[in-house]
Antibody, heavy 121, light 108 residues
C-alpha cells in the first residue's frame, strides 16, 4: 500500500524558513518523480515543485522559484521541501504526491494528507 | 503558460442526475497531459482520470473523461451521495503543472 506522510509544518514568521518532509512507503521510491502541491485556506490547488526520481532535475512554480528547494533522499525514501524567505501568501496546506507512470500519461496518483504551514507575525 | 478555465463554478444537482463538468485550456494541449481530481472537505485530492479519458485504479465507471485540444469534459453519469465534492482539472506542461480553479458539485 502506497503511503505518503508529510511533516514539518508549523507557524513561522515572515522571512523565516521551514523544511517539510514526506516519508514514502509501499513503492519503489527511486523510480518515481515526486511533487509538492499546496492549497491556501479555502482556495484551489497550486503546483509548487517537482523533481525526477534521481533528483537531478527540478522544476518550480514562478511563485516560489529562488526561495524554495525540492530534494529527495532515496536511501531514506523521503522527499523534502526547504522553504526560505517565507511570505504570508505561502500560508497553505502542503501536500506531497507521487507521479503516475503510465506510458505517456502524467498525473499525481497518490497524495499525502498534507502539512499546514502558517506564515504570520 | 497554459491557463485552465473550469465551468460552471458551481453545479447544483440531485442524486441520480448526470453531471457534466468542463475544462478549457488557453491553448491546445496533449490529452496525455490532462487529468481530473476529486476533493472532499478535509481530504487530499484523489485522482479520477488521467490521459483525459483513463479511469484511475478503483474509480467507478460512472466517472468518464473525454475531449481533446482545448476542450475537456468530466462526466458523472449518475450522481451518488459521495460524489458531491470539488473537481479540478490539471495540465502538465514541459516544466510545470497547472490546475484549474475547480467546479463544486453540490446537492440541489
Amino acid at each position: 500500500e502506497v503511503q505518503l506522510l508529510e511533516s514539518g509544518g508549523g507557524l513561522v514568521q515572515p522571512g523565516g524558513s521551514l523544511r517539510l518532509s514526506c516519508a514514502a512507503s509501499g513503492f519503489t521510491f527511486t523510480s518515481y518523480p515526486m511533487t509538492w502541491v499546496r492549497q491556501a485556506p479555502g482556495k484551489g490547488l497550486e503546483w509548487v515543485s517537482s523533481l525526477t526520481g534521481s533528483g537531478d532535475t527540478t522544476h518550480y512554480a514562478d511563485s516560489v522559484r529562488g526561495r524554495f528547494t525540492i530534494s529527495r533522499d532515496n536511501s531514506e525514501n523521503t522527499l523534502y521541501l526547504q522553504m526560505n524567505s517565507l511570505r504570508a501568501e505561502d500560508t497553505a496546506l502542503y501536500y506531497c504526491a507521487k507521479y503516475l507512470r503510465s506510458g505517456g500519461d502524467w498525473a499525481f496518483d497518490y497524495w499525502g494528507q498534507g502539512t499546514l504551514v502558517t506564515v504570520s507575525s | 503558460e497554459i491557463v485552465l478555465t473550469q465551468s460552471p463554478g458551481t453545479l447544483s444537482l440531485s442524486p441520480g442526475e448526470r453531471a457534466t463538468l468542463s475544462c478549457r485550456a488557453s491553448q491546445s494541449v496533449s490529452s496525455g497531459y490532462l487529468a481530473w481530481y476529486q476533493q472532499k472537505p478535509g481530504q487530499a485530492p484523489r485522482l479520477l482520470i488521467y490521459g483525459a479519458s483513463n479511469r484511475a485504479t478503483g474509480i467507478p465507471d460512472r466517472f468518464s473523461g473525454s475531449g481533446s485540444g482545448t476542450d475537456f469534459t468530466l462526466t458523472i453519469s449518475r450522481l451518488e451521495p459521495e460524489d458531491f465534492a470539488v473537481y479540478y482539472c490539471q495540465h502538465f506542461g514541459t516544466y510545470l503543472s497547472t490546475f484549474g480553479p475547480g467546479t463544486k458539485v453540490d446537492i440541489k
